[in-house]
């Protein structure tokens, strides 16, 4: 059973406790028509909430802003998906702090006549914060940390691993209530003496806000030189490092903005300065070299949002067009233009891995850029400028993904190889498992197959290694010599496998089609009823068939003993990655000295699918719509 006042009161009502804001809503609609003074205060209310809601929210994008903050983070492991949500209702803190101030309007009214301004309150309400919030929230903070109250309460603040600026928040319906009593009393006691006015009201909570966000952010931003001249700053003002020394230890740095209290209290870490003067020097070198380095790139304007430093809850959930991000897109149609003009290669996130750190950079281009030939020379140079800052970092292995590995563009990475042929880190594109996945969902008793976009690099593959298992394949191509250039490669035995078609009605019998180049709906009703449609395409086919199944993208889903995973690539599901970038993280386990380049090597595939399963990576197989995990 729950401690009391553990649980917050609108727990059960999920989203809709946003419903809670409503009468403020109703009574500033009632304004326009009765001009009360009270009604102005809940638009006040209102105002002040979105304000707090949207600081707390632009702190946690620059805390995740990795390509900014990477050399300046306080723990350097990553958020994973338990962290976040655990902290998914972060914001109630607001709402309830929204309800205490109605609450107290309705009992001292005088908060209803304040000025604007009133220059007495700024001294007041600094003395006030730091003759009663400090020691009060001080004794409160120590007092949680007792065995009971600590285990029943603070826990669930502690068990954020990594702080965030919206782990500030996060915390039990107690802990809360109290602390809006230590943001309120200098608030109320300005009002009280006569010094109060809106704008302090305004100015302090905010402040408020932004020093817990500092605090949180696991960002170290202040120089230690600021200290070094002046000195007695270190007592007045707590930093990062200082908050997270708490969040380690605990047992210290019990403060909330001011260390002096900790002095007094005999509970302030002899590590806080020079932990803080370690970090700040550091900042300006190159952090841990990572092994492994997947290169990805922008799909579109709407998945550019998909990211963790643009909201870290929608990045921990699977792609998909939110509705309420459409107003956000003429902000990415911008970004994509400064993006173009100038940018370079920048990390987005990264996990961890058998002590391997993974990292996933982003070429700042959008996949429509691709296919504009005056871009393509362009896009090569962002690439090799990426590879050879890999080289020189000592990272072993980057593969590339999609768009960046595109045949017509750069030879699936054989231009970078061949201009650089001393190059350390081994270039991959991840391709050989693709295949494996693809081919490894095609059950074992399928005769015949119909394959589209055949005379790709993986067309080509997959048609090579299938007519080898004796399985007849209809390549769909207009070009006979490309054709035959691929019959040529398979064995003479297997030449009669692989039949050359131009026309989707020739499939109509067959019931398993691996669809590699986009088909319309038009197209996949020459598909007889109950055929299943594997794909390499992107984007997806629509499904369109209600009679038929559709397989998912080829993807593998990393170790269970991943850490700090905590967002989604593009589509796939939780701890799912695309098989180009397992094929890189395979390649890298094991060690291989070569470089995965050009055209797949039909001969190692089954050894890249035997080696990603000994590394108890799952592959997301579909079996006539019926998802199963193949395990090692």
């Not at 919030?133 to 029943?152: A, M, Q, R, T, V």
């Amino acid at each position: 059973m729950a401690a009391p006042l553990s649980a917050w009161p609108w727990e059960m009502l999920g989203i809709f406790k946003y419903m809670l804001y409503g009468p403020f809503v109703a009574k500033v609609w009632d304004s326009r028509y009765q001009e009360a003074i009270n009604n102005s205060w809940c638009l006040h209310i209102l105002v002040i909430c979105m304000l707090r809601g949207l600081l707390y929210l632009f702190w946690n994008a620059y805390s995740n802003m990795l390509f900014l903050t990477r050399n300046r983070r306080i723990i350097k492991q990553g958020v994973d998906f338990k962290q976040i949500d655990r902290e998914w209702n972060w914001d109630n803190f607001i709402l309830l702090q929204a309800i205490v101030v109605a609450l107290v309007l309705q009992i001292l009214p005088v908060l209803e006549t304040l000025p604007i301004w009133n220059p007495k309150g700024i001294i007041a309400i600094i003395l006030l914060h730091t003759a009663v919030s400090e020691p009060l929230y001080y004794c409160i903070h120590k007092w949680f940390h007792g065995d009971y109250l600590f285990n029943h309460y603070h826990s669930l603040h502690h068990s954020s691993a990594v702080p965030q600026p919206i782990t500030a928040g996060h915390g039990t319906f107690l802990e809360n209530l109290l602390l809006s009593a230590v943001i309120g009393i200098p608030i109320l006691g300005c009002c009280m003496i006569g010094c109060g006015s809106i704008s302090l009201i305004y100015g302090y909570v905010l402040i408020f806000d932004f020093l817990r966000c500092l605090g949180h952010s696991n960002v170290e931003i202040i120089p230690h030189q600021l200290f070094e001249r002046i000195p007695f700053l270190r007592y007045i003002l707590s930093t990062p490092t200082y908050h997270s020394l708490h969040h380690k230890e605990m047992d210290t740095n019990y403060c909330l903005f001011m260390p002096l209290f900790d002095a007094l209290g005999n509970t302030l870490n002899i590590k806080s300065w020079e932990t803080h003067k370690k970090i700040s020097q550091d900042s300006g070198k190159n952090g841990r070299v990572p092994d492994f380095v997947f290169l990805a790139h922008v799909v579109d304007m709407s998945s550019a949002m998909h990211v963790p430093f643009v909201l870290r809850t929608i990045a921990s959930l699977p792609y998909t067009t939110r509705i309420y991000m459409l107003p956000f897109l003429p902000i990415s149609f911008v970004v994509m233009l400064v993006m173009w003009a100038k940018s370079k290669t920048f990390l987005i996130s990264f996990y961890n891995l058998r002590d391997r750190l993974h990292q996933t950079w982003s070429v700042p281009r959008f996949g429509f850029q691709y296919f504009l030939p005056f871009a393509a020379e362009g896009i090569n140079k962002q690439i090799e400028e990426a590879i050879l800052r890999a080289d020189r970092l000592g990272v072993k292995v980057i593969s590339l993904a999609a768009l960046n590995k595109n045949e017509a563009l750069n030879g699936g990475g054989m231009l970078f190889v061949n201009k650089h042929p001393n190059l350390k880190v081994r270039v991959v594109h991840g391709n050989t498992l693709t295949a494996a996945v693809i081919l490894n969902d095609i059950p074992e008793d399928v005769t015949e197959v119909f394959l589209t976009g055949a005379t790709s690099k993986l067309g080509r593959a997959i048609a090579l290694y299938l007519c080898r298992k004796g399985v007849r394949v209809l390549m769909l191509t207009l070009s006979t010599e490309r054709f035959r250039t691929i019959q040529k490669e398979a064995p003479v035995d297997c030449h009669k496998y692989l039949v050359q078609v131009t026309k989707y009605q020739a499939a109509q019998n067959c019931k398993t089609w691996i669809v590699g180049k986009w088909i319309t709906p038009r197209e996949q009703n020459f598909a007889p009823a109950g055929t299943h449609f594997h794909q390499f395409v992107v984007p997806p086919i629509l499904q369109f068939r209600r009679n038929c199944t559709y397989g998912d993208l080829a993807a593998m889903k990393l170790p269970e003993d991943v850490e700090g995973l905590g967002s989604c690539e593009y589509t796939m599901g939780r701890g799912v990655v695309h098989a180009c970038h397992a094929g890189g993280v395979v390649h890298s386990l094991e060690g291989w000295n070569h470089h995965e380049v050009g055209a797949i090597n039909v001969e190692r595939i089954d050894l890249v699918w035997k080696a990603a399963l000994k590394h108890d990576t799952k592959s997301n197989l579909d079996e006539f719509g019926k998802k199963e995990e193949f395990e090692a």
